[in-house]
C-alpha cells in the first residue's frame, strides 16, 4: 500500500536550534516528492520538488534532499517566522493523473 | 495573479442541507482536485479531474459529487450534508506530465456540519 509517514508529528525549536523533518515513503514507482508548508487558517504553499535519490534543494534555512526510501527536510538556524506545519507529498507510478499522497504533517515551533 | 479562488471562505450548514464549494484557477492547469483536512488524518483527496471533462474518485469520495465546469472550474457538491463532512476542504490545480509537478493550493473551505 502506498503510504507516506512524517515524524516527529511536533517539534519545538529555540531560536537558531538546527534540526531535521523526517518524510518516509513506501510508493510504487516515485515521480516526485513534494514539500509544503501550511500556516494556520491557510491553504498549503509549494517550497520544493525532488524526483530523484541523491536530489537536493535549497530556500533561504530549509534544505530538502531525498533517498530511495526517505526525504528530509533540513531547518539551519530557525527563526519564529519558521513556525508551520510542514508537509510531504509524493506523486507514485501508478499515478498518471497527477495525484498526491499526503503525510500526516510535522508541526514546528520556534520560539525566540 | 490570482491563483487558485475557493468559496465561501466559510459555511455552516444543518444536516441534509445541500450545497456547492466552487473553485477558479487561472493558471491554465489541466488538473484539478479537491482535498478535505481533518486533524490527525491529514489532506485526503476526494476527487480529481485530470483534464477538461473528466473526472474520477479518490480516497473519500462518499457523500460528493463534482463537475468540471471548463478548464478553469471545478465544483465540490455535497447532496445531503452529515456532520462526519465537517472539515477544511482545499482546491488545487497542477499540470501534467510524466514527472509531477507541484500542485497549487486555495485558502480553504472550512465548513461545519451541525
Known amino acids: 500500500e502506498d503510504q507516506v509517514t512524517q515524524s516527529p508529528e511536533a517539534l519545538r525549536l529555540q531560536e537558531g536550534e538546527s534540526s531535521s523533518l523526517n518524510c518516509s515513503y513506501t510508493v510504487s514507482g516515485l515521480r516526485g516528492l513534494f514539500w509544503y508548508r501550511q500556516d494556520p487558517g491557510k491553504g498549503p504553499e509549494f517550497l520544493f520538488t525532488?524526483?530523484?535519490a541523491g536530489e537536493e534543494k535549497e530556500k533561504e534555512r530549509l534544505k530538502a534532499t531525498l533517498t530511495k526510501k526517505e526525504s528530509f527536510l533540513h531547518i539551519t538556524a530557525p527563526k519564529p517566522e519558521d513556525s508551520a506545519t510542514y508537509l510531504c507529498?509524493?506523486?507514485?507510478?501508478?499515478?498518471?493523473?497527477?495525484?498526491?499522497?499526503f503525510g500526516q504533517g510535522t508541526t514546528l515551533q520556534v520560539k525566540p | 495573479n490570482a491563483g487558485v479562488t475557493q468559496t465561501p471562505k466559510f459555511q455552516v450548514l444543518k444536516t441534509g442541507q445541500s450545497m456547492t464549494l466552487q473553485c477558479a484557477q487561472d493558471?491554465?492547469?489541466?488538473?484539478m482536485y479537491w482535498y478535505r483536512q481533518d486533524p490527525g488524518m491529514g489532506l485526503r483527496l476526494i476527487y480529481y479531474?485530470?483534464?477538461?471533462?473528466?473526472?474520477d474518485k479518490g480516497e473519500v469520495p462518499n457523500g460528493y459529487n463534482v463537475s468540471r465546469l471548463n478548464k478553469r472550474e471545478f465544483s465540490l457538491r455535497l447532496e445531503s450534508a452529515a456532520p462526519s463532512q465537517t472539515s477544511v476542504y482545499f482546491c488545487?490545480?497542477?499540470?501534467?506530465?510524466?514527472?509531477?509537478?507541484?500542485?497549487?493550493f486555495g485558502q480553504g473551505t472550512r465548513l461545519t456540519v451541525v
Open positions: 488545487a490545480s497542477s499540470e501534467l506530465g510524466f514527472l509531477g509537478t507541484e500542485a497549487f
Open positions: 507529498a509524493v506523486r507514485h507510478g501508478s499515478s498518471n493523473t497527477g495525484k498526491l499522497i
Open positions: 493558471m491554465n492547469h489541466n488538473s
Open positions: 525532488l524526483y530523484s
Open positions: 479531474s485530470a483534464s477538461e471533462g473528466t473526472t
